[in-house]
């Protein structure tokens, strides 16, 4: 059997602060900057599938003002904006070779941005048990700017002119309910489950300035389905100055049969967290995190390009933050 590796690195990152005024102390509010969504993956430029993908990269950030206002002793709600940018490039293989055997390439990128917003409850049932519920928009990014450039044979230039591009994608909308339980001061159990909206990514279009018989406006289907994910989570404080967590999540792929893609050769995965605070000082704690996912293997040929391949994939993923207090 043919066996491709692929490999991807990046740096999701979030930033979060907040501030309750002195003289209005049920109110706080805060921001966050941070990248609920993106992904990545690389291929050797000769391998099976090239005309089907090469290389792709998404990246979004989001940035999330947000107040929330504490109406009793019990029972709060947050409401917040979200701005929403993000960059992508995709490059694959054009079956066109020149002298040399060398295929042609097409790379198309482009930046984006959108808008949404995001609204939470919370409340205490009692001393031990806490609950929540959160919901974050859909956010639709688009542009009317994308660069489309094409390396071909001099003989084919004029099919494969360098152009613009529109296109608009569509970011799920997130649901979350969690609960909580501290038998004690020191031991936390939580438990929480994710509604997302993916069934919105139905289609990946492309609309070119310029269009000729060999360069036509791209409306490949993606049908993504809604998913959960599920997530139980173990925290305990052992001294003053140390806390340990512990976690695993269930996630549920929102891609169909037929329509797996080199580009998200997506399957059920499974998590497995852990992670560490320091406190350094009154005002210093560090957290020390690390994030294990282990997906599924998958059988697929999809229904459009009718290429097909079994898919496995493995994350690792260490995290570092540090917190300062006012």
């Not at 990269?57 to 019990?74: A, D, G, K, V, W």
């Not at 997130?174 to 020191?186: E, H, L, T």
């Amino acid at each position: 059997p043919l066996i491709v590796y692929s490999s991807y690195k990046s740096t999701p990152f979030a930033f979060y602060a907040s501030y309750k005024p002195a003289k209005l102390k049920n109110l706080t509010a805060g921001f966050a900057v941070y990248t609920p969504f993106g992904s990545g993956i690389q291929y050797q430029d000769d391998w099976k599938g090239q005309f089907v993908l090469r290389e792709m990269e998404m990246r979004t950030i989001f940035f999330q003002p947000t107040l929330s206002y504490r109406i009793t002793e019990n029972f709060g709600i947050g409401v917040g904006f979200i701005y929403g940018t993000g960059s992508f490039t995709l490059r694959k293989g054009i079956p066109v070779a020149d002298q040399n055997g060398k295929y042609g390439e097409g790379v198309l990128s482009g930046n984006a941005t959108g808008t949404g917003y995001n609204i939470g409850v919370f409340f205490n049932l009692n001393k031990k048990v806490s609950a929540g519920f959160s919901y974050r928009s859909g956010v639709k990014v688009s542009t009317d700017e994308g660069k489309a450039n094409f390396t071909v044979p001099s003989s084919l230039e004029e099919y494969f002119p360098s152009t613009t591009f529109s296109t608009t994608i569509n970011l799920p909308s997130v649901f979350s309910s969690g609960i909580s339980y501290k038998p004690n001061d020191k031991t936390t159990f939580a438990f929480d489950m994710n509604f997302v909206g993916w069934s919105v990514y139905d289609t990946l279009a492309f609309d070119f300035a310029d269009n000729t018989d060999k360069l036509k406006d791209i409306n490949s289907p993606r049908m993504y389905k809604d998913a959960f994910i599920t997530r139980f989570g173990w925290q305990h404080s052992f001294f003053g100055w140390l806390t340990a967590r512990a976690g695993f999540y269930y996630d549920v792929t929102p891609v169909p049969d037929q329509y797996v893609t080199p580009e998200t050769p997506d399957s059920d995965k499974i998590g497995i967290t852990s992670g560490l605070t320091l406190k350094m000082g009154k005002h210093m704690n560090m957290d020390l995190s690390f994030l294990f996912i282990e997906g599924q293997k998958r059988t697929d040929i999809n229904l459009e390009t009718k290429f097909g391949g079994t898919w496995k994939s493995r994350a690792v993923v260490p995290g570092v933050s540090l917190e300062y207090l006012f």
